[in-house]
């Protein structure tokens, strides 16, 4: 059963930073891809970062040089540091996988940007 839980979540102010982690079961951690999704209200989900079991990472523009995606494949988690946050970085933030010919996400974890 693929599991996953993020934490991290927050009220921070414009131009602050958090990380989000998310810790993963149910896959070889080591072998996937993973991606950090948001939806903000009243918007679809959208992936914003991705790693590949190799390292490499891509991120969509609107977070590009704010937002740094990383893994650690000992003890199958993964992270997102995010800095120089916007009001429109509010949304809740997903950890996500595709595995088993799906994609599962999890609970998700609510960041708020705001003064």
């Known amino acids: 059963q693929v599991r996953l839980v993020e934490s991290g979540g927050g009220l921070v102010q414009p131009g602050g930073s958090l990380r989000l982690s998310c810790g993963t079961s149910?896959?070889?951690?080591?072998?996937?891809?993973l991606n950090w999704g948001r939806q903000a209200p009243g918007k679809e989900r959208e992936l914003v970062a991705t790693?590949?079991?190799?390292?490499?990472?891509n991120y969509t523009d609107s977070v590009k040089g704010r937002f740094t995606i990383s893994r650690d494949n000992v003890w199958s988690r993964v992270f997102l540091q995010m800095n120089n946050l916007k009001p429109e970085d509010t949304a809740v933030y997903y950890c996500?996988?595709?595995?088993?010919?799906?994609?599962?996400w999890g609970q998700g974890t609510q960041v708020t940007v705001s003064s």
């Open positions: 790693i590949t079991s190799s390292g490499t990472t």
């Open positions: 996500t996988v595709f595995s088993h010919g799906r994609r599962f």
């Open positions: 149910g896959i070889n951690f080591k072998l996937y891809t």
